[in-house]
């Protein structure tokens, strides 16, 4: 069962580590719109929830399958009443 989608952007860096605690990269892709763009921390860039899923659902399986992804600080900057830039240590 995927995780519940956030309403609140500050929100979703703890639903990223719930996806990533699943072990199943399609929660993590559930969280994206069908034609997101995101960019791995090794700068890999994937469009669409398929391609999002694919590579994290290997990792997680993987060399990631011990890992565990605690989001630490947060900010939001709303950008206007549908978008917001969400960084997250």
Known sequence: MAAPIPTEPQDFPAAFARAWASREGAQ???????????????????????????????????????TELRPGRIETRLLGPDHAVVRCR
């Open 28 to 66: 993590i892709a559930a969280l994206f719109t069908e034609d997101a763009d995101f960019v791995n921390v090794t700068g890999l860039w994937w469009t669409g929830r398929d391609a999002i899923a694919k590579p994290h659902d290997y990792a997680l399986k993987s060399f990631f399958a011990d």
